[in-house]
């Protein structure tokens, strides 16, 4: 069997065949695509119209490729969202890293208060969670006028299927769905005055959503059926992680997530001054882990240096000496000059080489703090760190996060979250067992490197 993993991150969006031989996945890129957010009606957005157009472009490419794929599985990034009225689109869909939701984030903790939010959902503060995103909806009326609420990977199969299903992993970064009972938290809509309406059965990582709809098949040229990966990119990422459940992971990307798979949500007061979240995964389990940066820095670096390759970056960095800043520090959300705003916090005039020497360096040591903060929230201790991603193919930043942190650092495969869609989608078809297997798989697909200091 064929499957085809539609996997949108931020910065670009890719379309990858997989399929078993000999014991091992095998993947093919068919179609890629940029992505980011644009500026509309003052606000920035992501271009819904443009991102459903590009993943029919990629579903054609495939049937052209001879690569018609028999099950597809979509995932993006999580906590942005549609809102839809019989079906169709009230207005575009809000990008996270507008700053739309800077003046309601204390009205939303005056109706229930940030202590009570974590001790029902586990899930860290961040300014754009989709819980405030959608009181700025409510404010503006918006919401009032909507019927319909699907997260981005949801809308998109419903696009292509005419079936509406909210999926459980992205569910869980908005901050309303209970730790405890891994449904909609009902107080939590009632306190905020949302319509309970929109908020549906979660359905869970192997489901199916339904086939294509006849319109999608005359433009694709081909028939399949879009099954549930875990939607949230990072939650498919850390399926690929070829782990033993329980172990350290990064996955490296335009964010980087460090945490650990684990049983049950850690809602303490520790955990919540860590600001580590409790992100649903497949079998109600929970990745507990913090969000940091990431490679974000360094993307919007390379932008405004008329984009020299990653590879030139780290040959620059590799020889400077840096100074260490606070990556999560909410000024790099989104600023109007990345450079500029690396400098002021720095206190200084950088070049270019000792710029990147600083990212680099500040992002180890943010790596290793949160480390740390892990060890104390989890009560393990762990020898190794797993980097997955395509941060794992960064050298430098691998070598910097091993000396900071003391660990032993391991890195693969780079498309981890494609892999992690794959085999979701192979899980449900029932061609593999369960994830341990599929791990297995990984290990054997794939170069894990081992990285030396």
């Given at each position: ?18 399929e ?19 500026e509309s ?6 271009g ?37 009225r ?12 507008d ?8 009205k ?7 202590e ?8 860290q ?38 079936v509406a299903?909210?999926?459980y ?29 929109l ?100 993307q ?50 950088m070049?270019m ?37 395509g ?9 910097l ?10 890195a ?7 892999t ?7 899980i ?26």
């Amino acid at each position: 069997m064929r499957y085809l993993a539609i996997d949108i991150g931020a910065s670009s969006g890719r379309h990858i065949v997989g399929e078993a031989e000999d014991g091992r996945i095998k993947l093919r890129e068919v179609y890629r695509f940029s992505n980011g957010a644009g500026e509309s009606g003052g606000g920035l957005v992501w271009g819904a119209e443009r991102l459903f157009k590009e993943v029919l472009n990629g579903l054609k490419a495939a049937g052209q490729a001879g690569l018609a794929p028999d099950f597809v599985g979509i995932d993006t990034w999580a906590v942005d969202y549609a809102l839809l009225r019989g079906g169709e689109l009230l207005g575009d869909i809000a990008c996270y890293r507008d700053l739309r939701t800077v003046p309601v984030t204390d009205k939303v903790h005056a109706l229930i208060p940030f202590e009570k939010l974590y001790e029902r959902t586990g899930i860290q503060f961040q300014p754009f969670n989709t819980i405030y995103q959608l009181m700025c909806d409510k404010e503006s009326g918006k919401l009032a006028r909507a019927d319909g609420f699907l997260m981005l990977p949801d809308h998109l199969n419903f696009r292509l299927t005419g079936v509406a299903k909210q999926e459980y992993t992205n569910a869980t970064s908005t901050g309303m769905v209970n730790a405890r009972t891994h449904d909609w938290d009902e107080e939590i809509i009632s306190a905020l005055g949302y319509d309970r309406r929109l908020f549906k059965p979660l359905a869970q990582p192997g489901e199916s959503v339904g086939r294509f709809t006849a319109q999608v098949r005359d433009f694709v040229g081909y028939d399949a059926e879009v099954v549930l990966p875990a939607t949230h990119d990072t939650a498919s990422a850390v399926l690929a992680a070829p782990i033993k459940f329980g172990s350290a992971y990064i996955s490296s990307g335009t964010w980087s997530l460090l945490g650990a798979e684990q049983e049950r949500a850690h809602t303490d007061k520790g955990s919540m001054a860590a600001n580590y979240s409790n992100e649903g995964s497949i079998n109600f389990t929970f990745r507990y882990q913090k969000n940091i940066t990431g490679l974000w820095m360094l993307q919007s670096v390379r932008k405004e240096a008329g984009e020299p390759t990653f590879a030139q970056m780290e040959r620059w960095a590799r020889g400077a000496k840096g100074t260490v800043i606070d990556v999560n520090d909410k000024r790099f959300l989104s600023p109007e000059n990345m450079c500029r705003e690396i400098c002021s916090a720095a206190g200084k005039v950088m070049h270019m080489p000792e710029l990147l020497r600083t990212v680099y360096d500040s992002l180890a040591a943010c790596y290793a703090a949160a480390i740390k903060e892990l060890e104390t929230g989890t009560g393990q201790t762990f020898e190794s760190i797993h980097i997955i991603g395509g941060g794992s193919r960064d050298r430098l930043l691998n070598e910097l996060t091993a000396r900071a942190t003391g660990k032993k650092v391991t890195a693969g495969p780079v498309e981890a979250t494609a892999t992690g869609n794959i085999i979701m989608q192979m899980i449900a078809s029932g061609e593999i067992t369960d994830i341990r297997a599929a791990r297995e798989m990984i290990k054997r697909s794939f170069d894990i490197k081992e990285i030396s200091i």
